[in-house]
C-alpha cells in the first residue's frame, strides 16, 4: 500500500497526459554472490533502452524511492544506498520543477546486500521495483518478479502435492461427488432474487410496457410478435450469461485466482468504496452509465430487421439499464466470485432470466399490462432504498478486509451497529422523515410502503441484540454474514465457543498428533472472509454429536487459504501445478490454495477431508453441509474407514 500511495502521489504531480506503459521497456537479470555469512550480494542487470531513460538507484522523487526491493520475509534486512554501475547523467525532469536525476540511457547495474538473520533459503523470491521515464513521461516503481539460488541455502521441505492421495479410490465412498456444485440452485435463486429486484428500479420498470406493446403492435400477426417478444427475452439472458465468459477464461489459466480476488484485501477495500458511490448514486445525487455514445451506436443497430435488430434492442436495454442494474450486478459478482466461474455464470443466469421473463409473459398475455402499477415516485423509493441495502453491503467487503488482515476495527458489534443505522434509516426514509434530491413528500401511505416498513423495522429489531453480549446475539438467520462470533468487542463473548479448537495452518503438526493419538485427521479448508464457513461453525459444529466427534475422534486442523502472513523465506518456492502453471507461493493462503487445487480438486470453500495419519484419503471431501445429521453421519463414515484401513495394514 506504501509504494500504491507514493505511485499515486506521483502520478498526480505529473502535468501531462502519460502514454501507455510498455511493460516490456526493460529486460531484467538477476545474480547473486555470498560475501560472508548469511551476507549476500543481488545484482540486477540489464542492457538498457535507448528509447527510455532508466532512473538510478538512489533517487527519491517526491518522497518515493526509484527503486525498492521487496522480500516477504521482513526479516531480511535490505540495506542501502544501492552500488551502481553504467554511464550514468543528469537529467533535469520538467515534471518535478526541474529537479536533476542521474539516469541511464544504456546498460546498467544496481547491487544491493542483504543480511539474514534466520535460515538460508536455496531460491530467494522477492519483487525489484524500478522506474523509467523520459522528457515528461514517468513510469514510477514498475514490478520485476524475480527468483535467484543462494550459495549454502537450504531448499524447502514443504510439500504442496501429496503423492499418497489417491483422489478417485478412498477407503470409503461417502461424501460428495462434487462439492464444486454444492449450493448452485441457491446462487442461481439470489441471482433470480437481484433480477427482480432490478425489474422494479426507475432504469427498467417503464420499458416493460413499452417494449412488448413495441412487439405486439408492430408485428403483422400476434403470433410474430409473441415470438419475437420471447426472442428478445431469450437475448437478455444470453447477455448476462456472457458477461462471465471472461471469469472462465481467467479461472482456466489459474484455478484460483477468482478466490484471490474475492479475498483480496485492497481489492475488497476498493469494492466497499465503489458500494458506497453506487449508494450514493441511488440517493439521486448523481447518475452511473456507461459512454453515451455506446449506447447510441447499439440503439440505431436495434432498428435493423430480424434477429439482429432483436439482439441490438436487448443490448441496448442491458446498457441504457446500467445505472440501476449494475451495482446488483456488482453485489452478484462480487458475492460469488470465491465460489468459481460456473457459480458467477449461474447466478448471472437466475438474474438474466430475472430481467427477462416479463417481457416474454406480457407478450403471451397482453392483458396483464393492465395490472402493472403505474411509473411513479414509488420507483424513486425503490432506488433510495437500494442505496442504503448497498450501503449495508459495502460494510461486508470492508469487513472481509478486517478479517483477513486481522485489524480489528470492524468487530461484530460494531458491523451489526452500523447494520442497525442502516435499518433505522430505511425506516425513517419510508416513513417520509428523510427525504434526498427528486424525492416528493410522502402524502400517503400505500399497502406495499406499509409493508415494507413494518419488513425494515422487524429486521432492524432482529439486528439490534447483535450489539449485546447476550446469548440473543447469536442471530442464525444472517449466521456467517457477520464477523465470527468470537471476533467481539466483548473481552469474555458468551456465544464464543471454544468447545473445538482447530491447529491453525499446521498440517504437519496435524499429521504427527494424529499419529501419537492414533486418529485420523479432519482437514478443514477454510478461510477469514467465507460466509459458509463461519456457517458451519456456528450452525452445525456446535451440534453436541458433531463437536464431540471432531473432539473425540479426529486431530482437526484449519488451513485458511485466504491468510496474508508471509512464508518464512525458507519455505517460499516457485512451483509447477499440475497443469503446467507455474506460480510463486510466498504467503501462508498461497500454500494451503495450492495444497487444495493440487490434492483436492477444488478451489471453493470450505470444504472438509478426513486422511489417515499415513496420508491415505479416507473419505470423498464434504462440502458445505448446513444439516448437523448429515455432517455426523460423514464424520461417523471417516471414522469407520479409519478403523477398516487401520485392520487392512495390520493383516
Same mark, same amino acid.
Given at each position: 500500500?506504501?509504494?500504491?500511495?507514493?505511485?499515486?502521489?506521483?502520478?498526480?504531480?505529473?502535468?501531462?497526459?502519460?502514454?501507455?506503459?510498455?511493460?516490456?521497456?526493460?529486460?531484467?537479470?538477476?545474480?547473486?554472490?555470498?560475501?560472508?555469512?548469511?551476507?549476500?550480494?543481488?545484482?540486477?542487470?540489464?542492457?538498457?533502452?535507448?528509447?527510455? %531513460?532508466? +532512473?538510478?538507484?538512489?533517487?527519491?522523487?517526491?518522497?518515493?524511492?526509484?527503486?525498492?526491493?521487496?522480500?516477504?520475509? $521482513?526479516?531480511?534486512? !535490505?540495506?542501502?544506498? =544501492?552500488? &551502481?554501475?553504467?554511464?550514468?547523467?543528469?537529467?533535469?525532469?520538467?515534471?518535478?520543477?526541474?529537479?536533476?536525476?542521474?539516469?541511464? *540511457?544504456?546498460?546498467?547495474?544496481?547491487?544491493?546486500?542483504?543480511?539474514?538473520?534466520?535460515?538460508?533459503?536455496?531460491?530467494?523470491?522477492?519483487?525489484?521495483?524500478?522506474?523509467?521515464?523520459?522528457?515528461?513521461?514517468?513510469?514510477?516503481?514498475?514490478?520485476?518478479?524475480?527468483?535467484?539460488?543462494?550459495?549454502?541455502?537450504?531448499?524447502?521441505?514443504?510439500?504442496?502435492?501429496? &503423492?499418497?492421495?489417491?483422489?478417485?479410490?478412498?477407503?470409503?465412498?461417502?461424501?460428495?461427488?462434487?462439492?464444486?456444485?454444492?449450493?448452485?440452485?441457491?446462487?442461481?435463486?439470489?441471482?433470480?432474487?437481484?433480477? /427482480?429486484?432490478?425489474?422494479?428500479?426507475?432504469?427498467?420498470?417503464?420499458?416493460?410496457?413499452?417494449?412488448?406493446?413495441?412487439?405486439?403492435?408492430?408485428?403483422?400477426?400476434?403470433?410474430?410478435?409473441?415470438?419475437?417478444?420471447?426472442?428478445?427475452?431469450?437475448?437478455?439472458?444470453?447477455?448476462?450469461?456472457?458477461?462471465?465468459?471472461?471469469?472462465?477464461?481467467?479461472?482456466?489459466?489459474?484455478?484460483?485466482?477468482?478466490?484471490?480476488?474475492?479475498?483480496?484485501?485492497?481489492?475488497?477495500?476498493?469494492? =466497499?468504496? !465503489?458500494?458506497?458511490?453506487?449508494?450514493?448514486? /441511488?440517493?439521486?445525487?448523481? *447518475?452511473?452509465?456507461?459512454?453515451?455514445?455506446?449506447?447510441?451506436?447499439?440503439? $440505431?443497430?436495434?432498428?435493423?430487421?430480424?434477429?439482429?435488430?432483436?439482439?441490438?434492442?436487448?443490448?441496448?436495454?442491458?446498457?441504457?439499464?446500467?445505472?440501476?442494474?449494475?451495482?446488483?450486478?456488482?453485489?452478484?459478482?462480487?458475492?460469488?466470485?470465491?465460489?468459481?466461474?460456473?457459480?458467477?455464470?449461474?447466478?448471472?443466469?437466475?438474474?438474466?432470466?430475472?430481467?427477462?421473463?416479463?417481457?416474454?409473459?406480457?407478450?403471451?398475455?397482453?392483458?396483464?399490462?393492465?395490472?402493472?402499477?403505474?411509473?411513479?415516485?414509488?420507483?424513486?423509493?425503490?432506488?433510495?432504498?437500494?442505496?442504503?441495502?448497498?450501503?449495508?453491503?459495502?460494510?461486508? #467487503?470492508?469487513?472481509?478486509?478486517?478479517?483477513?488482515?486481522?485489524?480489528?476495527?470492524?468487530?461484530?458489534?460494531?458491523?451489526?451497529?452500523?447494520?442497525?443505522?442502516?435499518?433505522?434509516?430505511?425506516?425513517?426514509?419510508?416513513?417520509?422523515?428523510?427525504? =434526498?434530491?427528486?424525492?416528493?413528500?410522502?402524502?400517503?401511505?400505500?399497502? @406495499?410502503?406499509?409493508?415494507? !416498513?413494518?419488513?425494515?423495522?422487524?429486521?432492524?429489531?432482529?439486528?439490534?441484540?447483535?450489539?449485546?453480549?447476550?446469548?440473543?446475539?447469536?442471530?442464525?438467520?444472517?449466521?456467517?454474514?457477520?464477523?465470527?462470533?468470537?471476533?467481539?468487542?466483548?473481552?469474555?463473548?458468551?456465544?464464543?465457543?471454544?468447545?473445538?479448537?482447530?491447529?491453525?495452518?499446521?498440517?504437519? &503438526?496435524?499429521? %504427527?498428533?494424529?499419529?501419537?493419538?492414533?486418529?485420523?485427521?479432519?482437514?478443514?479448508?477454510?478461510?477469514?472472509?467465507?460466509?459458509?464457513?463461519?456457517?458451519?461453525?456456528?450452525?452445525?459444529?456446535?451440534?453436541?454429536?458433531?463437536?464431540?466427534?471432531?473432539?473425540?475422534?479426529?486431530?482437526?486442523?484449519?488451513?485458511?487459504?485466504? *491468510?496474508?502472513?508471509?512464508?518464512?523465506?525458507?519455505?517460499?518456492? &516457485?512451483?509447477?501445478?499440475?497443469?503446467?502453471?507455474?506460480?510463486?507461493? !510466498?504467503?501462508?493462503?498461497?500454500?494451503?490454495?495450492?495444497? %487444495? $487445487?493440487?490434492? #483436492?480438486?477444488?478451489?471453493?470453500?470450505?470444504?472438509?477431508?478426513?486422511?489417515?495419519?499415513?496420508?491415505?484419503?479416507?473419505?470423498?471431501?464434504?462440502?458445505?453441509?448446513?444439516?448437523?445429521?448429515?455432517?455426523?453421519?460423514?464424520? *461417523?463414515?471417516?471414522?469407520?474407514? +479409519?478403523?477398516?484401513? @487401520?485392520?487392512?495394514?495390520?493383516?
Amino acid at each position: 500500500m506504501k509504494y500504491f500511495l507514493g505511485s499515486l502521489l506521483v502520478l498526480i504531480l505529473m502535468n501531462s497526459t502519460v502514454k501507455g506503459q510498455d511493460s516490456t521497456a526493460y529486460k531484467w537479470e538477476v545474480s547473486s554472490k555470498k560475501i560472508q555469512d548469511k551476507v549476500y550480494e543481488l545484482t540486477f542487470t540489464t542492457a538498457g533502452n535507448n528509447n527510455w %531513460q532508466l +532512473y538510478g538507484a538512489n533517487e527519491s522523487i517526491s518522497d518515493v524511492p526509484s527503486v525498492e526491493i521487496e522480500l516477504a520475509d $521482513s526479516s531480511i534486512e !535490505i540495506n542501502k544506498p =544501492f552500488k &551502481e554501475t553504467g554511464e550514468g547523467k543528469a537529467f533535469k525532469n520538467p515534471v518535478f520543477d526541474n529537479a536533476s536525476f542521474k539516469v541511464y *540511457e544504456g546498460p546498467a547495474s544496481f547491487t544491493a546486500t542483504i543480511t539474514f538473520k534466520g535460515s538460508i533459503p536455496a531460491v530467494l523470491l522477492g519483487t525489484f521495483r524500478f522506474t523509467y521515464g523520459k522528457g515528461d513521461e514517468f513510469y514510477p516503481l514498475n514490478a520485476y518478479a524475480f527468483s535467484v539460488p543462494l550459495e549454502g541455502g537450504v531448499a524447502t521441505t514443504s510439500k504442496v502435492k501429496v &503423492e499418497s492421495f489417491d483422489l478417485k479410490n478412498p477407503v470409503s465412498s461417502c461424501g460428495d461427488d462434487d462439492t464444486g456444485g454444492k449450493g448452485l440452485f441457491s446462487i442461481f435463486l439470489l441471482g433470480m432474487l437481484g433480477g /427482480f429486484i432490478a425489474l422494479f428500479t426507475p432504469c427498467v420498470f417503464p420499458l416493460i410496457p413499452l417494449t412488448v406493446s413495441f412487439f405486439t403492435k408492430k408485428s403483422q400477426h400476434k403470433k410474430k410478435g409473441i415470438a419475437n417478444a420471447t426472442i428478445y427475452g431469450l437475448f437478455i439472458f444470453l447477455i448476462y450469461i456472457l458477461l462471465s465468459i471472461p471469469f472462465h477464461l481467467i479461472s482456466g489459466v489459474n484455478p484460483e485466482i477468482l478466490n484471490n480476488i474475492s479475498t483480496n484485501v485492497w481489492l475488497n477495500i476498493f469494492f =466497499f468504496l !465503489i458500494f458506497v458511490f453506487f449508494a450514493i448514486s /441511488f440517493f439521486g445525487y448523481f *447518475e452511473i452509465g456507461l459512454p453515451s455514445g455506446l449506447a447510441n451506436k447499439i440503439d $440505431s443497430r436495434s432498428g435493423m430487421s430480424s434477429l439482429g435488430g432483436i439482439f441490438f434492442m436487448a443490448l441496448t436495454l442491458a446498457i441504457v439499464s446500467f445505472s440501476c442494474t449494475g451495482p446488483i450486478l456488482g453485489s452478484l459478482l462480487a458475492g460469488t466470485a470465491a465460489e468459481g466461474a460456473w457459480p458467477l455464470t449461474v447466478g448471472l443466469a437466475g438474474f438474466g432470466l430475472a430481467l427477462a421473463l416479463p417481457f416474454a409473459l406480457f407478450a403471451m398475455f397482453p392483458g396483464w399490462l393492465q395490472s402493472l402499477p403505474k411509473s411513479g415516485g414509488w420507483l424513486t423509493s425503490v432506488k433510495v432504498v437500494l442505496g442504503f441495502l448497498e450501503l449495508a453491503m459495502a460494510v461486508k #467487503f470492508l469487513s472481509n478486509a478486517d478479517l483477513v488482515k486481522q485489524w480489528g476495527f470492524l468487530k461484530r458489534e460494531v458491523f451489526m451497529g452500523i447494520w442497525v443505522a442502516v435499518g433505522i434509516l430505511i425506516v425513517l426514509y419510508l416513513l417520509g422523515k428523510i427525504r =434526498f434530491p427528486h424525492d416528493s413528500p410522502v402524502k400517503k401511505f400505500s399497502k @406495499t410502503r406499509i409493508a415494507f !416498513i413494518v419488513f425494515f423495522t422487524v429486521a432492524t429489531l432482529y439486528f439490534v441484540p447483535g450489539l449485546t453480549n447476550t446469548h440473543s446475539a447469536n442471530l442464525r438467520l444472517i449466521s456467517g454474514f457477520p464477523p465470527p462470533l468470537c471476533y467481539s468487542l466483548y473481552k469474555n463473548p458468551v456465544n464464543c465457543e471454544k468447545g473445538i479448537e482447530p491447529l491453525r495452518n499446521d498440517y504437519e &503438526e496435524a499429521l %504427527q498428533l494424529a499419529k501419537k493419538e492414533n486418529k485420523p485427521v479432519l482437514i478443514d479448508f477454510t478461510g477469514w472472509a467465507c460466509v459458509n464457513c463461519r456457517r458451519m461453525e456456528e450452525n452445525v459444529w456446535t451440534d453436541e454429536k458433531v463437536g464431540e466427534l471432531i473432539k473425540d475422534k479426529f486431530i482437526i486442523v484449519s488451513l485458511y487459504v485466504d *491468510e496474508r502472513r508471509a512464508l518464512p523465506a525458507t519455505q517460499q518456492v &516457485e512451483y509447477t501445478t499440475k497443469s503446467g502453471v507455474q506460480k510463486k507461493i !510466498i504467503t501462508v493462503g498461497d500454500k494451503w490454495a495450492t495444497f %487444495q $487445487s493440487e490434492n #483436492f480438486d477444488a478451489v471453493a470453500q470450505p470444504q472438509y477431508a478426513i486422511i489417515s495419519p499415513d496420508e491415505k484419503i479416507l473419505t470423498k471431501t464434504k462440502g458445505y453441509t448446513p444439516s448437523a445429521k448429515e455432517f455426523a453421519q460423514w464424520l *461417523e463414515c471417516g471414522i469407520d474407514a +479409519y478403523k477398516k484401513g @487401520t485392520q487392512t495394514a495390520s493383516k
